[in-house]
C-alpha cells in the first residue's frame, strides 16, 4: 500500500478546472518530482494534500486513511504532513527557534526544554544553529529557507511537502538548499516536489510527474520522463526549459 | 576603511550640503519671525484686542485658576488610564468576535457589527448624555449612580468601537500565508489566531491604536457636561465667578501639554516601524 494515494481528484476555483482527475502515488520513502508550466495545478496539488485547500471530488489516501473525508480531524492530518513554501512564511514576530518550537510546544505538547533541544538539534542540521536567536529578516533568503524546512522537519512529517522551494531564491542560494534536500533524500523522507530544478529532479527524483491541465500526462523514472518523454506535451514543455537555459 | 579619506570631490560635497543647510536655517527663521510679527501685530491692532487680552489672557488670574484646573485634570487622567484598559480589552473582544468563522458565531458575528456600527455612527456627547442622565434616571438599584462612571461608560462604549475596527484591521492584514504556514503545523484556528496572528496584527496597528487614546485624553473632557468637575467643569466654575475665561485656556494649555507626550511616542513607534518616512535615501 502506498504511504499517499491520490485518486480522481478534483479541484476548480471558479471556472477554472485546476486539477481535473489526478490520480498519483508516492511509496513509503519515496520522492515524486511534479513538474510542468505555471498554472498547471502543482502547487494547488500538494495544498489539497495538505488540506489547505478542499477537493471538489475524489479521494486523498495518507496511510490508508481517507484524509478528504470532512469528519476527518484535519489540524491532527495537517500535524503530521510538513510543508514548505516558495516563500517561505516565517513567522515575522518569532525568533528563528520560537518558529521551529511552536508546534511541537503548542500541537505536539513536547515539553518547552525538550523542544528547544530537538529544535537546536535540527537548526544545527541545517546549519542554522548560530542564528537561532535572530529574527527571519536577519536572513537570507536561503537561510530563511532552510529555517523553514527546520520547522517543517521538527514534527518528523511521515509526508514532505515542497513547493517550488528555491524558486524565489538568488541563484547563488538555491545550492545550499538543494543540498538539504538531498541529505533528506539520503535520509529516506518521503517527499513530493514541485520544481522547477530539472538537473535536481532528474538527480534525487524516483519518479517524475509532467502535469497538464490539471492531469498527470506523464509518468516515470527520471531517465525516461526528463530524457526520452512520449508525450508530445511533455517534449514540447521540456525544450521550452532548455531554451531557458534551465537543464 | 580606516584609511579612508574624503576626495576633493566629496569635500566640496560636502561644503556645500554645509552651506545650504545653513542658507535654509537662515530663511526658515526669518520667515517665522516675520510671519509672528505679522500675527501679533494683526491681532494687536484689532480694536477689541486689549479687552479679548484681559478676559482670555489675564496672566495672574491663569496663576490663581491653575491649582482647580490641575486637580480637575487629574480626574481627566484617571478616567482616561482606566477606560483605556477596558477599551482595548472590549476593542479586542468585538475584532475577534467579528473574525470568527462557522454557523455557531453567526450571533456574535452580527452582534459585533451591528455595535460597531451604532456606536461609530452616536456622536459621543450624546452616547454621555443618554448613559448620563438616562440610565441613573431609571433608578436602578445595584447601580452606581456617579456621573463620572456613566461618563466614563460612555467613553469606552464609543472608543471601543473604533479600536475594534483598528484591531479588524490588522488582523485583516496578516497575509493568509502566515495562516497557511500556522494552520499546516497543525495549529488550530484559535492557536494560530493567538500566537501568529494577532501578535503581527497588535504590533502593525500600534499607531492607530495609541492615536485613539490621544483622542481619547482629550475627550475624556466632555465628561464635564454631566457636572463631573474634570479639568474642564473646574474651569467653568472658575470662569462663572467673574466671567474671566483665562482658565479656559489654561485647562487648554494643559490639555495639550497632557496629549504631546503621548503623540510623540505615537509618531516615534510609527517611525520605527516605517509607516514613514521609512524608505530614507534622497527622495
Known amino acids: 500500500m502506498s504511504l499517499l ?22 511509496e513509503q520513502g519515496e520522492c515524486v518530482v511534479l513538474i510542468g508550466a505555471s498554472g498547471s495545478g502543482k502547487s494547488t496539488l500538494l495544498r489539497c494534500v495538505n488540506l489547505l485547500e478542499t477537493v471538489d471530488d475524489g479521494v486523498i489516501e495518507l496511510d490508508g486513511t481517507d484524509i478528504t473525508d470532512p469528519r476527518a480531524d484535519a489540524d491532527r492530518i495537517r500535524s503530521g504532513i510538513g510543508i514548505v513554501f516558495q516563500s517561505y512564511n516565517l513567522f515575522p514576530h518569532l525568533t528563528v527557534l520560537d518558529n521551529v518550537t511552536l508546534a511541537p510546544i503548542r500541537v505536539h505538547g513536547v515539553r518547552r526544554d525538550v523542544a528547544r533541544a530537538q529544535a537546536l538539534e535540527m537548526l544545527d542540521r541545517v546549519g542554522l544553529v548560530e542564528k537561532a536567536g535572530a529574527k527571519p529578516d536577519e536572513l537570507s533568503g536561503g537561510q530563511q529557507q532552510r529555517a523553514a524546512i527546520a520547522r517543517a522537519l521538527v514534527n518528523s512529517p511521515k509526508l514532505m511537502l515542497l513547493d517550488e522551494v528555491t524558486s524565489a531564491l538568488d541563484p547563488e542560494l538555491v545550492g545550499e538548499v538543494l543540498d538539504l534536500l538531498r541529505e533528506l533524500k539520503a535520509d529516506g523522507i518521503t517527499m513530493l516536489i514541485c520544481t522547477h530544478e530539472m538537473s535536481f529532479a532528474r538527480e534525487v527524483a524516483d519518479k517524475v510527474c509532467f502535469l497538464h491541465h490539471g492531469r498527470p500526462l506523464e509518468v516515470g523514472p527520471p531517465g525516461q520522463v526528463l530524457a526520452d518523454p512520449k508525450e508530445p506535451r511533455t517534449r514540447e514543455f521540456l525544450s521550452r526549459i532548455i531554451k531557458s537555459g534551465r537543464l | 576603511m580606516s584609511d579612508w579619506q574624503p576626495s576633493a570631490l566629496q569635500v566640496e560635497r560636502l561644503a556645500y550640503r554645509r552651506r545650504r543647510t545653513i542658507r535654509s536655517g537662515l530663511i526658515a527663521g526669518i520667515s517665522t519671525v516675520l510671519l509672528v510679527a505679522l500675527a501679533v501685530a494683526g491681532i494687536g491692532s484689532t480694536p477689541g484686542w486689549p479687552r479679548v487680552r484681559e478676559t482670555f489672557f489675564d496672566l495672574d488670574r491663569g496663576w490663581e485658576a491653575l491649582p482647580t484646573v490641575a486637580q480637575g485634570l487629574w480626574l481627566n487622567i484617571r478616567v482616561m488610564l482606566v477606560c483605556a484598559v477596558l477599551i482595548v480589552i472590549l476593542g479586542m473582544t ?17 452582534f459585533a457589527a451591528a455595535y ?14 443618554l448613559l448620563g442622565f438616562g440610565v441613573p434616571a431609571l433608578q436602578l438599584r445595584g447601580l452606581p449612580n456617579e456621573a463620572v462612571i456613566w461618563g466614563g461608560a460612555a467613553l469606552v462604549l464609543t472608543y471601543s468601537s473604533y479600536v475594534a475596527e483598528v484591531f479588524r484591521a490588522g488582523i485583516e492584514s496578516v497575509h493568509p500565508s502566515q495562516r497557511a504556514a500556522a494552520r499546516s503545523l497543525g495549529l488550530s484556528h484559535r492557536q494560530t489566531l493567538r500566537f501568529v496572528v494577532l501578535p503581527q496584527a497588535v504590533r502593525r496597528v500600534m499607531p492607530p491604536l495609541l492615536n485613539d487614546f490621544v483622542s481619547l485624553q482629550k475627550d475624556s473632557g466632555l465628561i464635564a457636561v454631566l457636572g463631573v468637575i474634570d479639568a474642564i467643569r473646574a474651569a467653568q466654575l472658575e470662569t462663572a465667578e467673574d466671567f474671566n475665561f483665562t482658565p479656559y485656556v489654561v485647562a487648554g494649555l494643559l490639555f495639550v501639554a497632557l496629549t504631546i507626550p503621548l503623540t510623540r511616542l505615537t509618531d516615534w513607534v510609527a517611525r520605527r516601524q516605517g509607516w514613514y518616512g521609512g524608505g530614507g535615501g534622497p527622495v
Open chain 1, 5 to 26: 494515494s491520490i485518486r480522481g481528484v478534483r479541484k476548480t476555483f471558479g471556472a477554472n478546472v485546476v486539477l481535473d482527475g489526478f490520480d498519483l502515488d508516492v
Open chain 2, 94 to 110: 468585538l475584532a475577534i468576535m467579528r473574525t470568527l468563522r462557522g454557523p455557531v458565531f453567526f450571533p456574535l458575528r452580527m
Open chain 2, 116 to 129: 460597531t456600527d451604532v456606536f461609530r455612527g452616536l456622536p459621543l456627547l450624546l452616547v454621555i448624555f
